[in-house]
């Protein structure tokens, strides 16, 4: 003789009953699957923004700033001010944050960015956001591209 057997009430609880708990089931996988893959995205085009941005700094930085970024380049003997070791820009903020703004501010030549940042530009070397803006002619977007991702390489070099 076979005895019954009993499930526990909490298993039973847990089985979909009706299409509308399939359904539910079904949305809440999707939208999971949704924003992982949305964050996959997300670090895959930061990843690629880093890797450009790196290429950018080897090409127009390196020379003055160092391969490692810490302002011992081979040109930096050369130059009136040593360049700054970029390696602890996020260190020196009081807020402990990166300052991007000042970082593009410097790249771009705004006046209005630190004054301990006032050797680039004609002083000593050129403001690249303009020549980055020129080698794009109409199509700023690249320009600004080319910028950010340069920004978010020193970001991403921090000590």
Known sequence: MKSATVMPSHISECTPRTGESVRWAAAVGLAIGLSVGFATTSFAEESSAIKQGEQEYMTHCASCHGATAEGNGPVAGSLKNKPPNLTFLQQQET?????????????????????????????????????????????????????????????????
Not at 123 to 128: F, K, R
């Open 95 to 159: 807020d402990g944050a990166f300052p991007s703004k000042r970082v593009m501010d410097v790249i771009q030549g705004n006046k209005d960015y630190d004054k301990n940042f006032r050797t680039h530009g004609p002083a000593d070397m050129p403001v690249w956001g303009n020549v980055f803006y020129e080698e794009a002619g109409e199509r700023s977007s690249i320009a600004k591209a080319r910028i950010r991702n340069l920004v978010e390489y020193i970001k991403s070099i921090q000590k």
